[in-house]
């Protein structure tokens, strides 16, 4: 069992930065892919990025150049450092784990999930 919970929301002007947490509980973070996903309002919860036991890093097209995702696995800690934030990423962040092979970027790929933090990029 993984519990997780995000913290680093909060509230920025456009072309602001944030960084997320996600702290994990359990002794075999290391071993876990996570990810980040986000829903805004009326909306879907969408894949934001992932990164993989080996390290390896994928993202959705629209935070490319613009996001960052790493972990700590000596913390059991990940992060999203998220730069130039625009109004259309206002969005409650959730961060997600998976011990599952593959690339995971669907929400039916991930097994434990946190509780959300909310971010706001006003204009």
């Known amino acids: 069992q993984v519990q997780l919970r995000e913290s680093g929301g909060g509230l920025v002007q456009a072309g602001g930065s944030l960084r997320l947490s996600c702290a994990a509980s359990?002794?075999?973070?290391?071993?876990?892919?996570m990810g980040w996903f986000r829903q805004a309002p009326g909306k879907e919860r969408e894949f934001v990025a992932a990164?993989?036991?080996?390290?390896?890093?994928y993202y959705t097209d629209s935070v490319k150049g613009r996001f960052t995702i790493s972990r700590d696995n000596a913390k059991n800690t990940m992060y999203l450092q998220m730069n130039n934030l625009k109004p259309e990423d206002t969005a409650v962040y959730y961060c997600?784990?998976?011990?599952?092979?593959?690339?995971?970027?669907?929400?039916?790929?991930?097994?434990?999930w946190g509780q959300g933090t909310q971010v706001t990029a006003s204009s």
């Open positions: 997600a784990a998976t011990i599952g092979r593959g690339v995971p970027s669907r929400e039916y790929e991930y097994d434990y």
């Open positions: 359990g002794h075999t973070f290391s071993r876990y892919t």
């Open positions: 990164i993989m036991w080996s390290g390896y890093t």
